[in-house]
Structures are given as structure tokens and as C-alpha cells.
């Protein structure tokens, strides 16, 4: 729930009357390994929405939340004795606070490859475990002694079991105080097999041990095989058994192979996810995972026992230890990896071949060098366009947005890039680009923004950020904040910030309303009357895209005043294949006139699932009538149009059952659609 005009201070238990406009979770069907709707089911959200209006009629009673109350009393005592900088890393490590670290934290953690290292998982969870098992062993020494004194040594068998299960009540209370996510408590199963392994290594047969423990997780939570993290854990502690199963490993050996071997056999998971892969990552994890997890962690837990004055400036020089390396990290500039999902299987061979023949073979670095070669080598080949790429046009599931990519192949533009929801999320980070490198699409040779509103402009920083833009043209002019600007070459051979290419004055400046990409694919932009551009959808680039024998026309959010100048101005020249619905349906567009005029055999909205605006709009349906095939990204999903022609949509294929919709809601007649 959002509610845009809370009071500062809200807490569990505080009591509320309030009207609220509710949804079921839905939106973001593009195709991809992260699904939306599973992840709000898993977390257990049945609703999302906002609230109208919202009263506190009762605050939290003081046994309410009993929980919540001790942290923010830790909270408030540790605030006294430590640093701001120690802070942060106490209610990030140990609370499981996601706000504790700013946002340009959170990113630089993500660009370096380190994000593991700030989010409590089972890294963290494995971490307490080991640390726990140190006070059981001295207390079973200890009872050891005290029997072998009585003459009583054969009790001491019975009490092996002592220190593992101090090790799971102390990390279960650790689980339990950092929130008690599904994730956490996943984690605490698998800390729990490998304790049970470790016990009894002859007795147990350890793919039975883990596939009941997969069970045991997903009776927690039976969603729990959708998300990444199930993989990532299973994955991890497989591998971990497997590898140095009948091995014996130095203590410093021991302690730095696990990291290594895990990072091997992620590699395909991390690919399926979209994630990328850098020698950075590698480097910076070098020397992070020890410092977080033997330095920083332990001093992180130390804080909150009478401790903490003393090990408090500890953890501040640790934190600044952790950010500096980053830092330098960062400036070694080496170019992240992406590997398209089709190419997982080959990366997972390669993979592990070399994990198998690094263990038995080869040095540890030797084998993890030749596996990074091999991830690189397969890298460039797909970079070097050996790898032929399917020329197609994707119409993103954006939500109440717009975001268009088209490519032929060899040539690839975007026009707009979907909203964006604070600094966390957007849909050009969480969807387009995905899709970008599912296609093998590592560069654009136009980026076309329509206008400055977010619905069409929220992520221009984050695909500035994640590939190279040759050409960004622009409806109006727009407040970029990434870092990564848009370049292009100098005469003298120099790098130069290319300005902005306003559309409107695109004609003017080359004497031609085209930007040309290629023979059979190029873009031809409608300049809108100076006049006519009185707010800041009629500042919007129309852009008629000439792609594979096909026309489709994007009109941005253009009113039916700028409709009609362009018609005057323009006349049969618009006529096109596809029609993309001017603001997203709105009844202020796409009049009788312009369809017309267009006469499209195909009109596409990009709306939002029950949005408030009420796009698109009844009468805009009923102008449609039966003449015109049409579809919708709320209902459809995203929408892909194929180099022959053949439309597909994304809700139409296959969807588990949780996607369902009523049937008055499905509209899948275009579906197969063929353009003539």
C-alpha cells in the first residue's frame, strides 16, 4: 500500500480507517524469469494499491509487536555508543534493516558484484553458524574434562550433538530477529542438512538429505521454487558437497575454496537471471567476503552485547575498509559480461568441467582463471555477431507506461523506457533491458524519449547506464543524472557529450525528417507545430518507424488537436500497418479522423492492468468497433511482432494458473494475427 501523505512516524499495531483503492497483483508479462505476480504471492501480498484517505484511530498498544519494540529499543541504545557509519552496518547486518545503507550504496554493491555481502542470507545465516559452533566445542571440552574426572568418558559420546544444536538455536534467534523472511528461513534448513551431513557423513546419503530439505522449504512456502534465491541455495550447498566430498583441504584452503567453488557453479543461475558477471565482481569479492563475513559481521553482532563501545570504532574502520575497495574496484572500469540465456547450458559444461578439473587437476586460481577465459571467450563471440539475432518488435509490459524496442537484426532502436517508481525500481532495469540481452542486444542506435514524463521517461538513466547509446533524441529537453553520457566521436578524434537531438528540429538541423538506419529500417519524425506544443504531451515525438515492409506509426501522447495539424500537414503520409494508441487510449485521442487517416490493421495500447486513468477509454473502443484487430499490454501482456509479420501475445502462451484472469478481462484475437 502506498499512502502519499503518511505521518512521520507509523508503527505495527497502529490502527487505521481509510478508504483504499485495491488490485490484484499483476503487470510486468514479458517473458522473463522473474515473475511478478509469484513474488507477491511468495511474500504473501494478495493486494497492492493506495490509499485515498487514511486516519491513525488507534496507536499501538504497548504489548503490540513485542518484536518491533526490542529492536527499536536496541536501535535507540546503540545510537549512544556508536557511530552513524557503525550503525548502518549493525541494523543492516543484524536487524535485517534494508533501509540502513543509502541508495548510491545499495548501487555501488550492485555494480561491484558484492550485493550478497549487505542483504542477510544464507551467507549471513552460514556465517553465525560457524561462529556458534566455537562456544559448544569449548563447553563440550570443558564437560569433557569434568567427566574424564568423575571417570566417566563414555557420556561424553552422547554430547557430541551439543555443539550443532547450540549452533541452530543461536542462528534461529538470529534468523529470527533479522525478520524471519522465507529466505532466512530457507537458509536455516540448509544450515541445518549441512550440520547433519557434517555429523554423520557415512550415514547419511546427502541427495536424499537435500531433496528433503527442498520439501521441508517448500512446505514452508510452496512458491518458494520460483525465486532465485531457492536456486542459489541448493545450488550453493550441492555444490559445496559434492566438491569436497573425500577431499581434504588446508584450513586456509578451506576457508577461501567454498567461495570460489560456489561463484563456479552460480555462473549458469546468475546468467538464467540476467545477472551479469565481471572479472570487477571477482576481484572485489576477493577481498570483500573476508572482510564482511570474518571481520565486519562478528563486529556487527559483537555491538549489540555490552561490547559495543569497544568494538564500535572496529566496525567504522572495517566499513570504510569495505567502501574504499570499492571504490577502487569501480575505478578499474572493467566492462561487465553479459551472457544471453540460450548460451546457459554451454556456460554450465564449461563451467563445470573446469570446477571438476580444477579439484582434481589444476591450483585453485588456475582453474578459476580458465574458467573466467572461457565465460569471456563465449562472451565476445556472441558480442562479435557470429551469433545471428532474430529481428523482431516488443511492445514491454510496462505497466501504466510506454516502452518500445524494434531492431532488425544488425540495427536496434528504443523509443521510451517505461516508468519509474523511486530509486529502487523501473521497468527499464527490470524488463528492457533484460530482454535487451535475452535478444543479444548490447547497444542502440537511437534512443527515442517521446517527452519528459515518467510513464515514458523514468528509466532514460538506467539504459544510459546499462548499454551504449549512439543517438538520443528527445520530445523535450530532459534532466539526465547517470553518469554514463551519451558520446560520440570529435573530429579531432576526441570524446564529446553529444547534445540532445530535439525531434521537432530534426528536420530543420538535417534537412530531413529521417534518420536512416538502414535500407529497409529507418525512422521518419512528424515535427508537431510549435503551437500546438502548449503542454508536455503535445511536446511528443511521432515517430513513423519503416521497418521489414511494415509502418508503424508511435504518436507518444499527443491530443487530437496535434492530430488533426499533423493530418493537415501530412495527409495519407501517415498511413501505417500498426498504429501504437496515443496516450495509452485516452478518450483526447486517436479521433475518427486520425484512424481514418492512419487506417492502421492493427492498433496497440500500453496501459496499466485497471488503471485509474481508465485507458483505454470506452470511446476510443468503440471507435475502433470490429474494423480494426487491437490488443492491450494489461491484458495481453507484452507484444511482440515477428519479421514476417505474425503478432504474438505474451499471456497467451503458456502462464502458470496463478496468472489466471476472468474471461471477460482475456482478448486474445490478435494472437497469430498475420500483417499482409
Given at each position: 500500500?502506498?499512502?502519499?501523505?503518511?505521518?512521520?512516524?507509523?508503527?505495527?499495531?497502529?490502527?487505521?480507517?481509510?478508504?483504499?483503492?485495491?488490485?490484484?497483483?499483476?503487470?510486468?508479462?514479458?517473458?522473463?524469469?522473474?515473475d511478478?505476480?509469484?513474488?507477491?504471492?511468495f511474500?504473501?501480498?494478495d493486494?497492492?494499491?493506495?490509499?485515498?484517505?487514511?486516519?491513525?484511530?488507534?496507536?499501538a498498544?504497548?504489548?503490540?509487536?513485542?518484536?518491533?519494540?526490542?529492536?527499536?529499543?536496541?536501535?535507540?541504545?546503540?545510537?549512544?555508543?556508536?557511530?552513524g557509519?557503525?550503525?548502518?552496518?549493525?541494523?543492516?547486518?543484524?536487524?535485517?534493516?534494508?533501509?540502513?545503507?543509502?541508495?548510491?550504496?545499495?548501487?555501488?554493491?550492485?555494480?561491484?558484484?558484492?550485493?550478497?555481502?549487505?542483504?542477510?542470507?544464507?551467507?549471513?545465516?552460514?556465517?553465525?553458524?560457524?561462529?556458534?559452533?566455537?562456544?559448544?566445542?569449548?563447553?563440550?571440552?570443558?564437560?569433557?574434562?569434568?567427566?574424564?574426572?568423575?571417570?566417566?568418558?563414555?557420556?561424553?559420546?552422547?554430547?557430541?550433538?551439543?555443539?550443532?544444536?547450540?549452533?541452530?538455536?543461536?542462528?534461529?534467534?538470529?534468523?529470527?530477529?533479522?525478520?524471519?523472511?522465507?529466505?532466512?528461513?530457507?537458509?536455516?534448513?540448509?544450515?541445518?542438512?549441512?550440520?547433519?551431513?557434517?555429523?554423520?557423513p557415512?550415514?547419511?546419503?546427502?541427495?536424499?538429505?537435500?531433496?528433503?530439505a527442498?520439501?521441508?522449504?517448500?512446505?514452508?512456502?510452496?512458491?518458494?521454487?520460483?525465486?532465485?534465491?531457492?536456486?542459489?541455495?541448493?545450488?550453493?550447498?550441492?555444490?559445496?558437497?559434492?566438491?569436497?566430498?573425500?577431499?581434504?583441504?588446508?584450513?586456509?584452503?578451506?576457508?577461501?575454496?567454498?567461495?570460489?567453488?560456489?561463484?563456479?557453479?552460480?555462473?549458469?543461475?546468475?546468467?538464467?537471471?540476467?545477472?551479469?558477471?565481471?572479472?570487477?565482481?571477482?576481484?572485489?569479492?576477493?577481498?570483500?567476503?573476508?572482510?564482511?563475513?570474518?571481520?565486519?559481521?562478528?563486529?556487527a553482532?559483537?555491538?549489540?552485547?555490552?561490547?559495543?563501545?569497544?568494538?564500535?570504532?572496529?566496525?567504522?574502520?572495517?566499513?570504510?575498509?569495505?567502501?574504499?575497495?570499492?571504490?577502487?574496484?569501480?575505478?578499474?572500469?572493467?566492462?561487465?559480461?553479459?551472457?544471453?540465456?540460450?548460451?546457459?547450458?554451454?556456460?554450465?559444461?564449461?563451467?563445470?568441467?573446469?570446477?571438476?578439473?580444477?579439484?582434481?587437476?589444476?591450483?585453485?586460481?588456475?582453474?578459476?582463471?580458465?574458467?573466467?577465459?572461457a565465460?569471456?571467450?563465449?562472451?565476445?563471440?556472441?558480442?562479435?555477431?557470429?551469433?545471428?539475432?532474430?529481428?523482431?518488435?516488443?511492445?514491454?509490459?510496462?505497466?501504466?507506461?510506454?516502452?518500445?524496442?524494434?531492431?532488425?537484426?544488425?540495427h536496434h532502436?528504443?523509443?521510451?523506457?517505461?516508468?519509474?517508481?523511486?530509486e529502487?525500481?523501473?521497468?527499464?532495469?527490470?524488463?528492457?533491458?533484460?530482454?535487451?540481452?535475452?535478444?543479444?542486444?548490447?547497444?542502440?542506435?537511437?534512443?527515442?524519449?517521446?517527452?519528459?514524463?515518467?510513464?515514458?521517461?523514468?528509466?532514460?538513466?538506467?539504459?544510459?547506464?546499462?548499454?551504449?547509446?549512439?543517438?538520443?533524441?528527445?520530445?523535450?529537453?530532459?534532466?539526465?543524472?547517470?553518469?554514463?553520457?551519451?558520446?560520440?566521436?570529435?573530429?579531432?578524434?576526441?570524446?564529446?557529450?553529444?547534445?540532445q537531438?530535439?525531434?521537432?528540429?530534426?528536420?530543420?538541423?538535417?534537412?530531413?525528417?529521417?534518420?536512416?538506419?538502414?535500407?529497409?529500417?529507418?525512422?521518419?519524425?512528424?515535427?508537431?507545430?510549435?503551437?500546438?506544443?502548449?503542454?508536455?504531451?503535445?511536446?511528443?515525438?511521432?515517430?513513423?518507424?519503416?521497418?521489414?515492409?511494415?509502418?508503424?506509426?508511435?504518436?507518444?501522447?499527443?491530443?487530437?488537436?496535434?492530430?488533426?495539424?499533423?493530418?493537415?500537414?501530412?495527409?495519407?503520409?501517415?498511413?501505417?500497418?500498426?498504429?501504437?494508441?496515443?496516450?495509452?487510449?485516452?478518450?483526447?485521442?486517436?479521433?475518427?479522423?486520425?484512424?481514418?487517416?492512419?487506417?492502421?490493421?492493427?492498433?496497440l495500447?500500453?496501459?496499466?492492468?485497471?488503471?485509474?486513468?481508465?485507458?483505454?477509454?470506452?470511446?476510443v473502443?468503440?471507435?475502433?468497433?470490429?474494423?480494426?484487430?487491437?490488443?492491450?499490454?494489461?491484458?495481453?501482456?507484452?507484444?511482440?511482432?515477428?519479421?514476417?509479420?505474425?503478432?504474438?501475445?505474451?499471456?497467451?502462451?503458456?502462464?502458470?494458473?496463478?496468472?489466471?484472469?476472468?474471461?471477460?478481462?482475456?482478448?486474445?484475437?490478435?494472437?497469430?494475427?498475420?500483417?499482409?
Amino acid at each position: 500500500m502506498s499512502w502519499f501523505d503518511a505521518p512521520a512516524e507509523l508503527q505495527a499495531g497502529d490502527c487505521l480507517e481509510a478508504i483504499a483503492r485495491l488490485k490484484t497483483p499483476r503487470s510486468y508479462a514479458n517473458g522473463l524469469p522473474y515473475d511478478y505476480v509469484a513474488s507477491m504471492m511468495f511474500q504473501g501480498v494478495d493486494a497492492t494499491g493506495y490509499l485515498r484517505h487514511a486516519t491513525v484511530i488507534n496507536t499501538a498498544p504497548d504489548h503490540a509487536d513485542w518484536v518491533m519494540r526490542l529492536k527499536q529499543r536496541l536501535k535507540h541504545r546503540l545510537s549512544g555508543a556508536l557511530s552513524g557509519e557503525a550503525q548502518r552496518w549493525v541494523a543492516g547486518l543484524v536487524f535485517g534493516d534494508k533501509k540502513a545503507f543509502t541508495h548510491s550504496q545499495w548501487q555501488q554493491v550492485r555494480d561491484t558484484g558484492t550485493l550478497h555481502l549487505l542483504v542477510v542470507s544464507g551467507l549471513h545465516v552460514g556465517i553465525v553458524g560457524v561462529l556458534s559452533l566455537f562456544p559448544g566445542v569449548v563447553m563440550l571440552r570443558i564437560v569433557a574434562l569434568a567427566l574424564s574426572l568423575v571417570r566417566r568418558p563414555a557420556s561424553v559420546e552422547h554430547l557430541r550433538w551439543f555443539p550443532p544444536l547450540l549452533a541452530l538455536i543461536i542462528t534461529a534467534v538470529y534468523v529470527w530477529v533479522a525478520g524471519s523472511g522465507i529466505s532466512l528461513l530457507r537458509a536455516w534448513v540448509m544450515f541445518a542438512v549441512v550440520l547433519l551431513i557434517w555429523q554423520n557423513p557415512r550415514r547419511i546419503r546427502r541427495t536424499t538429505v537435500l531433496i528433503f530439505a527442498a520439501l521441508m522449504v517448500m512446505v514452508i512456502n510452496p512458491l518458494s521454487w520460483t525465486q532465485a534465491g531457492f536456486a542459489y541455495s541448493f545450488a550453493a550447498v550441492a555444490a559445496l558437497v559434492l566438491y569436497f566430498e573425500g577431499q581434504r583441504n588446508s584450513k586456509l584452503t578451506a576457508i577461501f575454496l567454498p567461495q570460489f567453488v560456489v561463484l563456479i557453479c552460480l555462473l549458469p543461475i546468475m546468467t538464467y537471471w540476467g545477472q551479469s558477471s565481471s572479472a570487477g565482481h571477482l576481484i572485489a569479492n576477493l577481498f570483500a567476503i573476508p572482510l564482511v563475513t570474518l571481520v565486519i559481521l562478528p563486529l556487527a553482532l559483537s555491538c549489540v552485547t555490552p561490547l559495543a563501545t569497544l568494538t564500535g570504532p572496529w566496525i567504522t574502520t572495517a566499513g570504510e575498509w569495505f567502501w574504499s575497495w570499492l571504490d577502487i574496484v569501480d575505478g578499474l572500469g572493467l566492462p561487465s559480461i553479459y551472457v544471453p540465456t540460450g548460451t546457459s547450458l554451454f556456460i554450465f559444461a564449461v563451467s563445470l568441467g573446469l570446477w571438476l578439473l580444477g579439484a582434481r587437476l589444476l591450483p585453485l586460481l588456475v582453474s578459476v582463471l580458465l574458467m573466467w577465459a572461457a565465460v569471456f571467450a563465449v562472451n565476445v563471440f556472441e558480442l562479435s555477431g557470429a551469433v545471428s539475432q532474430k529481428a523482431g518488435l516488443w511492445l514491454v509490459d510496462s505497466g501504466q507506461g510506454q516502452a518500445l524496442l524494434v531492431s532488425d537484426g544488425a540495427h536496434h532502436v528504443l523509443i521510451d523506457t517505461g516508468p519509474a517508481f523511486g530509486e529502487q525500481f523501473s521497468v527499464a532495469s527490470s524488463a528492457l533491458v533484460p530482454i535487451m540481452r535475452r535478444e543479444g542486444i548490447h547497444q542502440l542506435d537511437a534512443l527515442v524519449i517521446s517527452h519528459g514524463d515518467n510513464d515514458h521517461a523514468g528509466g532514460v538513466d538506467d539504459i544510459l547506464k546499462a548499454v551504449n547509446v549512439n543517438r538520443l533524441l528527445v520530445g523535450e529537453d530532459l534532466s539526465l543524472s547517470s553518469k554514463k553520457a551519451v558520446t560520440e566521436k570529435a573530429e579531432q578524434g576526441e570524446e564529446k557529450v553529444q547534445l540532445q537531438t530535439d525531434c521537432h528540429q530534426l528536420a530543420k538541423e538535417a534537412g530531413t525528417q529521417a534518420y536512416v538506419l538502414f535500407d529497409a529500417f529507418q525512422l521518419t519524425f512528424l515535427p508537431v507545430p510549435e503551437a500546438e506544443r502548449t503542454n508536455a504531451n503535445n511536446h511528443s515525438c511521432v515517430v513513423m518507424i519503416e521497418w521489414m515492409t511494415f509502418r508503424i506509426l508511435v504518436p507518444g501522447d499527443i491530443d487530437m488537436d496535434v492530430e488533426r495539424s499533423l493530418i493537415a500537414a501530412h495527409g495519407d503520409n501517415l498511413k501505417a500497418d500498426v498504429l501504437v494508441a496515443a496516450h495509452h487510449g485516452s478518450r483526447s485521442s486517436t479521433s475518427n479522423m486520425w484512424l481514418n487517416t492512419v487506417r492502421p490493421n492493427v492498433v496497440l495500447f500500453s496501459a496499466g492492468y485497471r488503471n485509474s486513468f481508465g485507458h483505454p477509454h470506452p470511446d476510443v473502443l468503440k471507435r475502433l468497433g470490429d474494423r480494426v484487430v487491437h490488443a492491450n499490454t494489461a491484458t495481453a501482456g507484452m507484444i511482440t511482432l515477428s519479421s514476417e509479420g505474425r503478432f504474438s501475445l505474451e499471456r497467451a502462451k503458456w502462464l502458470p494458473h496463478w496468472h489466471a484472469t476472468a474471461d471477460d478481462e482475456r482478448d486474445f484475437s490478435l494472437h497469430g494475427h498475420v500483417l499482409e
